[in-house]
């Protein structure tokens, strides 16, 4: 991906994927205006999920398969395990209709957390 030096990383994480798509980042400038409609933020957050959720299933596992098409028979791939898509209570249960519209049969799961107001570390529950 291309990296605008103008657009810096705050700290490189093994863990952490930070998206610098044009795109992604074109909607994420017009989701976090203030002045966007509640109909145009719920829009702009399912088109990131999507987007999102595109870039992280590159690392997903995959097999070959044969498969009986109107031509004859081909290999294709897919994916070697059910996908789990777990939301992080409150603010993840928004992103989750944007992955369903390109993977409807992934299975869901729930985690809460709640920033405590006095320390601001988060708390599960």
């Not at 603010?91 to 985690?111: C, D, H, S, T, Y």
């Amino acid at each position: 991906m291309k990296t605008d030096s103008s657009f810096p990383l705050r700290g490189r994480r093994p863990n952490l994927h930070v998206s610098n798509h044009p795109l992604v980042l074109d909607k994420l400038c017009r989701l976090r205006d203030k002045n966007s409609p509640s109909i145009e933020f719920r829009r702009l957050l399912e088109e990131i999920s999507m987007l999102l959720f595109h870039e992280v299933s590159y690392d997903f596992e995959v097999e070959q398969k044969q498969v009986e098409t109107p031509l004859g028979k081909t290999t294709g791939v897919k994916f070697k395990r059910d996908a789990l898509l777990v939301p992080i209570l409150r603010a993840g249960l928004g992103m989750m209709n944007g992955i369903f519209k390109i993977m409807p049969e992934v299975r869901v799961g729930i985690i809460g957390v709640y920033r405590d107001e006095d320390n601001f570390k988060p708390v599960d529950y």
